[in-house]
């Protein structure tokens, strides 16, 4: 049986790896992982229990190219950071001191067969020097150095979770190089799934204020597919005067919070006012009569201030001030206008800010809000699992997160959806098979 060797970078959960062994191995490769690289304790703790390792080291930074076993790919799921200048000169020097730079220099020393990195969509306009440009400086650099420096013939491609069977999209972009041939990636999709295909079922349902107030003003059904937060709108939004959670709100006091909500963003205020427009800003009790008025607007509007629903405040004006770095623009209250009412957003932590819908997909889940999202249940409202937190990304069945909730969603909002991977990987195996049948170079492992 022919052998790959390889190496996983930044590897976190280990998502790259499942999936470039996976494929390899259904086409009647043998892989062996001969170097394992991760910093986040939480994350190593995971590798040990779910791999075998020949190496596991710690921060790629302190390791010595000659200290690397080896290897014929170069695993790395790498993230994104600027270079020294922007990319101009497209080289070496370019790329000194970011994650990126321990990816060339060890391609450069071990000289191995091909790689597999990804990375945020976000990389392929990085840094644009044009609006119009279709790639940024940072991505030219990158496949500059590759193809141009290094030697190897590469491809790249943005791919969407949503068209490999997965019920979330999460757009990545891969960059594949290998010594002989450009990797044609052009995969067929697969049919889309959603939600309550991969869910668990019958799980002990949440039984807070919170939650419980949501069930008072809404069915179960109509909570679907909802987020709650103050900052903006829309037909699948709920506001906190929805649900009352800061206190009783009257219709009349939700008609003006609703009118109020979106008015305070129109641009002829700021105009008005005699500031610089900023979404969100006060409006006096007049300019809030141009809109809605009743006998009792001042009652009802200092009553909902009371309660925490709207704030009191000046407008914001911009303040210059003269630093040893030049001038410092920021916002502050300017008190010399008058006193207006507005939404009071600001940082809400609600317990939950987004509940699923079962019968469609779930947004690109990202680690600060996965412990934020709910899950329709029965005839209550749960918290996401962690193991439907796998299951978005397609970790096999057997894998296990150990540690806390909030380590493990830590670690998968910044981990790769693994039937992705596993496809590329098809793609780089298959096209490997055929070149050696073709009595074209290869390396010496897979011989």
Known sequence: MKKVKFIDLFAGLGGIRIGFEDAFNKV????????????????????????????LVGDIFKLPSSEIPDFDFLLAGFPCQPFSTGGKRLGFLDTRGTLFFEIERILRDKKPYGFLLENVEGLVKHDLENKNDEIGRTLRTILHVLKNELGYKISWKVFDSLDFGLPQSRKRIFIIGSKDKEIDLNIPGKKPTVFKNIMQNNLPVLNTDFTNKLLEHFSIDELQGKSIKDKRGGKNNIHSWDIELKGSVSKEQKIILNKLFKARRQKKWAEEIGIEWMDGMPLTIDQIRTFHDCENIKELLDDLVEKGYLRYE????????????????????????????????????????????????????????????????????????????????????????SGSEGEAFDLLGNTVAVPVVEAISSKIALTISKLKNQDISLPVEVL
């Open 28 to 55: 009647g490769f043998e892989t062996e992982c001969v170097l394992t690289s991760e910093i986040k304790a939480h994350a190593i703790k995971v590798l040990e229990a779910n791999f075998e390792h020949k190496k």
């Open 314 to 401: 000046h407008p914001k004006g911009i303040i210059e001030e003269y630093t040893l770095d030049g001038i410092r623009k920021f916002r502050d209250y300017d008190k010399a206008k008058p006193k207006g009412y507005n939404i009071v957003t600001g940082k809400l932590s609600f317990e939950i800010n987004k509940i699923l819908d079962i019968n469609d997909i779930a947004p690109t889940l990202v680690a600060t809000d996965m412990s934020r999202i709910a899950v329709p249940d029965g005839n209550g409202l749960r918290k996401l699992t962690v193991r439907e937190g796998l299951n978005l990304f397609g970790f096999p069945k057997d894998y296990y997160i």
